[in-house]
């Protein structure tokens, strides 16, 4: 009898992971999604929100909930990364409304928050930006955590990338140095113990005027180098997630319009000294992905012209 519930619960999970709908709409909320990530405890996606919104959890019917909760002041949330071992939501936040302002005197904030994977609660809000205070303005924008538990954090506008250690100490992990005038984006740590970071820097017509791919040593940070990359396709990530095989896919711009983005997947036989395009596809416009256990990947369509729209639509994308 006991085999038989186990059996019918493993066939009622895989089951429910195999509904997913290709194609996901989310109606009646200004959320302003810029982060997506899949929960596989509970199969629901969790979307951030541009408009200061609090993080909702999403499910396969497009019917959805407010999710974080516990936060003193409201902040604009962006990329978005589960911590299944330490049961932890890490969010990237920012002032999203001082950065809109026009008002030189204004330079936003950077957080990290950290929120409870089962019930959304606040655990820690660790301000980011004090770190640097000669910075012009500050945009905590993608986050990722290593095996031991450390936390880094991207500042696209600081040109900063910042580390939470196991005890909630911050400082900055990393400066650019590498010659590329552009800005940490998007970014995730691989098991072999480094991360790999996407640099760009977006023009006045909103296309990828200049990127690159960085390798950081998590251990020299000091020593981090530019990964080898000649197809036109890459220009540079906004976001991007490494696969379990170790390999990236990410959004990416085509160099021709604001919006025409693709989603590509690279890979790497020199351990990232260089890499190249594998797979490749177009799609609306959007920021970064999500990866299912089932290696399935959704990306979260958005237009940034489109603020206050109130439908969104997270849609999964097949090479």
Do not use: C
């Not at 950290?114 to 606040?122: A, P, R």
């Not at 905590?140 to 290593?146: F, K, L, R, S």
């Not at 530019?226 to 959004?251: A, E, L, Q, R």
Request: without cysteine; positive net charge.
């Amino acid at each position: 009898m006991k085999q038989a519930i186990i059996k019918v619960a493993l066939i009622t999970a895989i089951s429910t992971v195999s509904i997913l709908a290709n194609s996901i709409n989310i109606k009646g909320i200004a959320q302003n999604p810029e982060g997506i990530e899949y929960n596989k405890n509970d199969n629901t996606f969790l979307l951030s929100s541009l408009n200061a919104s609090p993080i909702i959890k999403v499910n396969s019917d497009g019917t959805y909930k407010a999710f974080t909760s516990g936060e003193k002041f409201p902040l604009s949330t962006a990329g978005l990364h589960i911590d299944y071992e330490r049961n932890r939501l890490l969010v990237a936040g920012f002032n999203g409304m001082e950065l809109m302002d026009k008002n030189p005197k204004t330079k936003g904030t950077s957080h990290l928050r950290i929120y409870n994977l089962t019930t959304g609660v606040l655990e820690k809000d660790i301000d980011l930006s004090h770190l640097s205070p000669k910075s012009n303005s500050y945009f905590a924008n993608d986050v990722a955590v290593d095996n031991k538990g450390n936390v880094y954090i991207s500042d696209w506008y600081a040109g900063l990338i910042y580390m939470v250690d196991t005890k909630g100490k911050a400082s900055i992990f990393w400066k650019n140095n590498s010659g590329i005038k552009a800005e940490p984006n998007g970014l995730d740590v691989h098991y072999d113990g480094y991360l790999l970071v996407s640099l760009i820097k977006i023009d006045k017509k909103g296309i990828y005027s200049k990127h690159g791919l960085i390798k950081i040593p998590i251990g020299s940070p000091e020593s981090s180098s530019i990964v080898d990359i000649k197809s036109p396709k890459f220009s540079g990530f906004d976001g991007m997630v490494i696969t379990p095989k170790g390999n990236i896919i990410g959004v990416t711009n085509n160099n021709k319009v604001a919006g025409g983005n693709m989603l590509i997947e690279l890979s790497s036989d020199d351990n990232w000294k260089s890499a190249k395009v594998i797979n490749s596809k177009s799609i609306t416009a959007s920021t970064t992905v999500a990866i299912t256990p089932k290696d399935k990947n959704y990306v979260i369509n958005q237009d940034f012209s489109r603020n206050f729209a109130k439908t969104w639509t997270i849609e999964q994308i097949k090479f």
